[in-house]
T-cell receptor, first 117, second 113 residues
Framework: DGGITQSPKYLFRKEGQNVTLSCEQN?????MYWYRQDPGQGLRLIYY???????QKGDIAEGYSVSREKKESFPLTVTSAQKNPTAFYLC????????????????FGPGTRLLVL | AQSVTQLDSHVSVSEGTPVLLRCNYS??????LFWYVQHPNKGLQLLLK??????LVKGINGFEAEFKKSETSFHLTKPSAHMSDAAEYFC???????????FGTGTSLTVIP
């Protein structure tokens, strides 16, 4: 089955700790995205990547970091600088990056809920 | 500038009655428009998408949406609600230029037995 997997489903972070959320896709998509979802606020873009070894900040990148060493993987690290990390994190991918007249569709993983101890 | 407005944060309908979830957008050029559904603690599932073909788009689970350029709307409808339709629904726009998807704040649909 093709799709996007995220792990773990639930993650607990202690004060001052960095944690890493995993996102893997086997859809052969070039573009990948990380979103944060808070109640009543929809989804906000943290980072996106259009190709291996390239990534760009989204609207709320502060306190987060990413890497894109492989096409199928786009892990997100929530650093200790992120003071309010409790949220539901969603990873998505699309065949290519949207824009320039290309009409792309995003496909989402099941999400990781991050909680602070 | 691009934006998406979902006009109702909560909608409640009785089982078997029609569903209407409203979405208005602003975009400089012809955008792509999407509706996604999210069940509790799950990812987003694509319901349907508009990409400048037919203005009436049919999706999964009996949902459809009509693109109305003059009204800049992309409302989601279903003739008869089912209990399993209870979920959060997101309207999303991807502009012709630019490289982001813009999400509405979501509409929570409750279906009353």
């Amino acid at each position: 089955d093709g799709g996007i997997t995220q792990s773990p489903k639930y993650l607990f972070r202690k004060e001052g700790q960095n944690v890493t959320l995993s996102c893997e896709q086997n859809l052969n998509h070039d573009a990948m995205y990380w979103y944060r979802q808070d109640p009543g606020q929809g989804l906000r873009l943290i980072y996106y990547s259009q190709i291996v070894n390239d990534f760009q900040k989204g609207d709320i990148a502060e306190g987060y970091s990413v890497s894109r060493e492989k096409k199928e993987s786009f892990p997100l690290t929530v650093t200790s600088a992120q003071k309010n990390p409790t949220a539901f994190y969603l990873c998505a991918s699309s065949p290519r990056l949207a824009g320039l007249g290309m009409q792309e569709t995003q496909y989402f993983g099941p999400g990781t809920r991050l909680l602070v101890l | 500038a691009q934006s998406v407005t979902q006009l109702d944060s909560h909608v409640s309908v009785s089982e078997g009655t029609p569903v209407l979830l409203r979405c208005n957008y602003s975009s400089s050029y012809s955008p792509s428009l999407f509706w996604y559904v999210q069940h509790p603690n799950k990812g987003l599932q694509l319901l349907l998408k508009y990409t400048s073909a037919a203005t009436l788009v049919k999706g999964i689970n009996g949902f459809e949406a009509e693109f109305k350029k003059s009204e800049t709307s992309f409302h989601l409808t279903k003739p008869s609600a089912h209990m399993s339709d209870a979920a959060e629904y997101f309207c999303v726009v991807s502009p012709f230029t630019g490289n982001q998807f813009y999400f509405g704040t979501g509409t929570s649909l409750t279906v009353i037995p």
